[in-house]
């Protein structure tokens, strides 16, 4: 598949790197030639300087012969003509990368897509929905849900006091039917592990499992964590991300929101009706005290730097609050975010490009994530041919990838936890657990 990708920057990078991966023909478009040249330095794309909004250089890229456009640079304006130019000029498909919220609105997604947009992406959006479904699973440093929440995928670290360290998961098997559940993956330090039967976990091992919703709050009991009820929000800083945070958590939290601009201050007054705007030092610890923070339930850290917001949330853990997330930029502090004592690390150029990234698969793919720090990505599979192999054997005599594990089945409106014993049909959405290497057979399989 020819995929052209227009900006060259984190999130067009993170693209490039998936999708090399997956042996695509990537040509990449910036105006920028350092970032080009490092980029052709770790990628085997083909690079092309240029303003992509131009015909000129679109026609350089042969536009014409794109199944996929991915208009990603940081100028909004840009990425739409962009898209708009490359689906006129014969591109199959073209998605944007957006910052106003307003063009996500229903009547505007289709005034762009008459106009040859077929996709708009906000990673501002797209991050400020993942800390509210953070938030509203405190317990759990990662959450993702399918089909509408009929089953979750949940991450959480396991202290010394979890009744399941250094116990072995076969010895463990007798209860996860109990509690409708399974292990998919496990990040132990910077390596990540499919388990099986003989995995001892251990503490500080970042385990992952997918359950049914009304199985959660027995979760929670089984794995050990400290249940908390959340009513006090403190965000740090006035960023964009923080308004649209703070615009979703203040319908049911109470939110204090700290920000050194005072004319930012007076903007999100003006916007935000329910949240405690302060205008302080978001660096003064002794004003932070003040405002509150050793009553706070969720400590957010969104400044617009990365290791500003992971001091932050560290000090908040340090007087007390229960759940901390942190805003990064560069993409390798999300390796370590179960390492540091953040719970949480948030990248939003990350979020944006995994979910770009769901238009390349093949397969019939209805959601895909990739997890903080973890070499593996979670895939939403629909069965859809009936003569499809895997519809004719029960899961275990299936030649699945060993690097790969079904966590869970969506069958109309019934969510299943499969066994060995478990046999697909047409229509089944299935939710799969794989690291890299295994996706192109899985893709094979679900084709």
């Given at each position: 598949?020819?995929?052209?990708?227009?900006?060259?920057?984190?999130?067009?990078?993170?693209?490039?790197?998936?999708?090399?991966?997956?042996?695509?023909?990537i040509?990449l478009?910036d105006?920028?030639?350092?970032?080009?040249?490092?980029?052709?330095?770790?990628?085997?794309?083909m690079?092309?300087?240029?303003?992509?909004?131009s015909i000129q250089?679109?026609?350089?890229?042969?536009?014409?012969?794109a199944k996929?456009?991915l208009?990603?640079?940081?100028?909004?304006?840009n990425?739409?003509?962009?898209?708009?130019?490359?689906?006129k000029?014969?591109?199959?498909q073209?998605?944007?990368r957006v910052?106003?919220?307003?063009?996500?609105?229903?009547?505007?997604?289709?005034t762009?897509k008459?106009?040859?947009?077929d996709s708009?992406?906000?990673?501002?959006?797209?991050a400020?929905?993942?800390?509210?479904?953070?938030v509203n699973r405190?317990?759990f440093t990662?959450?993702?849900?399918?089909?509408?929440?009929?089953?979750s995928?949940?991450?959480?670290?396991l202290?010394d006091?979890?009744?399941?360290?250094?116990?072995?998961?076969k010895?463990l098997?007798?209860?996860?039917?109990?509690?409708?559940?399974r292990?998919i993956?496990i990040?132990?330090?910077n390596?990540?592990?499919?388990?099986?039967?003989?995995?001892?976990?251990?503490s500080?091992d970042?385990i992952?499992?997918?359950?049914?919703?009304?199985?959660?709050?027995?979760?929670?009991i089984f794995?050990?964590?400290?249940?908390?009820?959340?009513?006090n929000?403190?965000?740090?800083?006035?960023t964009?991300?923080?308004y649209?945070?703070?615009?979703l958590?203040e319908?049911?939290y109470?939110?204090t929101?700290?920000?050194g601009d005072?004319?930012?201050c007076?903007?999100?007054?003006e916007q935000?009706?329910?949240t405690l705007i302060?205008?302080?030092d978001?660096?003064?610890?002794?004003?932070?005290?003040?405002?509150?923070?050793a009553?706070?339930?969720?400590f957010?850290?969104?400044?617009p730097?990365?290791?500003?917001n992971i001091?932050?949330?560290?000090?908040a853990?340090?007087?007390g609050?229960y759940k901390?997330?942190a805003?990064v930029?560069?993409k390798?502090?999300?390796?370590i975010?179960q390492?540091i004592?953040?719970?949480?690390?948030?990248?939003?150029?990350?979020?944006?490009?995994?979910?770009?990234?769901?238009?390349?698969r093949?397969?019939r793919?209805?959601?895909i994530?990739?997890?903080?720090?973890?070499?593996?990505?979670?895939i939403e599979?629909?069965?859809h041919?009936?003569?499809n192999?895997?519809?004719?054997?029960?899961?275990?005599?299936?030649?699945f990838?060993?690097k790969?594990?079904?966590?869970g089945?969506i069958?109309?409106n019934e969510s299943l936890?499969?066994?060995?014993?478990?046999?697909?049909?047409?229509?089944?959405?299935?939710?799969?657990f794989?690291l890299?290497e295994a996706?192109?057979?899985l893709?094979?399989?679900?084709?």
């Amino acid at each position: 598949m020819k995929i052209i990708i227009a900006g060259a920057g984190d999130v067009g990078f993170h693209l490039a790197e998936m999708l090399v991966h997956e042996n695509q023909d990537i040509s990449l478009i910036d105006v920028d030639q350092d970032v080009l040249d490092y980029a052709s330095t770790h990628l085997d794309v083909m690079t092309i300087r240029g303003d992509s909004a131009s015909i000129q250089t679109l026609e350089q890229a042969e536009v014409g012969k794109a199944k996929l456009v991915l208009a990603v640079t940081t100028s909004e304006t840009n990425n739409l003509v962009t898209a708009i130019l490359a689906k006129k000029m014969g591109a199959k498909q073209a998605v944007a990368r957006v910052t106003n919220s307003e063009y996500l609105a229903e009547s505007q997604r289709k005034t762009f897509k008459e106009l040859g947009v077929d996709s708009l992406i906000s990673p501002r959006k797209l991050a400020a929905k993942e800390i509210l479904r953070l938030v509203n699973r405190a317990s759990f440093t990662d959450v993702f849900e399918f089909e509408d929440g009929k089953i979750s995928l949940l991450g959480i670290t396991l202290d010394d006091s979890s009744p399941l360290v250094n116990r072995r998961l076969k010895d463990l098997k007798d209860k996860f039917p109990e509690f409708g559940l399974r292990m998919i993956g496990i990040l132990r330090g910077n390596q990540t592990l499919i388990p099986k039967g003989d995995t001892f976990l251990k503490s500080n091992d970042h385990i992952y499992l997918i359950t049914k919703n009304e199985n959660i709050d027995n979760l929670e009991i089984f794995v050990g964590p400290k249940k908390s009820n959340i009513r006090n929000i403190m965000i740090l800083g006035g960023t964009g991300l923080a308004y649209e945070t703070a615009k979703l958590l203040e319908k049911n939290y109470h939110l204090t929101l700290i920000e050194g601009d005072k004319d930012q201050c007076k903007i999100l007054a003006e916007q935000l009706h329910k949240t405690l705007i302060i205008n302080g030092d978001t660096s003064n610890v002794e004003l932070l005290k003040e405002e509150g923070l050793a009553n706070m339930d969720v400590f957010i850290a969104l400044m617009p730097n990365s290791e500003t917001n992971i001091i932050a949330s560290l000090t908040a853990k340090n007087h007390g609050v229960y759940k901390t997330i942190a805003q990064v930029e560069n993409k390798e502090y999300t390796h370590i975010s179960q390492n540091i004592g953040v719970d949480t690390l948030i990248n939003k150029k990350l979020i944006a490009a995994n979910n770009i990234f769901r238009h390349v698969r093949k397969g019939r793919v209805e959601a895909i994530f990739s997890l903080h720090g973890v070499d593996a990505e979670v895939i939403e599979f629909v069965v859809h041919k009936k003569n499809n192999q895997l519809t004719k054997k029960p899961l275990k005599a299936l030649h699945f990838p060993d690097k790969a594990l079904i966590g869970g089945v969506i069958r109309g409106n019934e969510s299943l936890i499969p066994n060995g014993d478990f046999q697909l049909k047409v229509n089944d959405k299935v939710i799969v657990f794989s690291l890299h290497e295994a996706i192109g057979k899985l893709e094979r399989l679900f084709r």
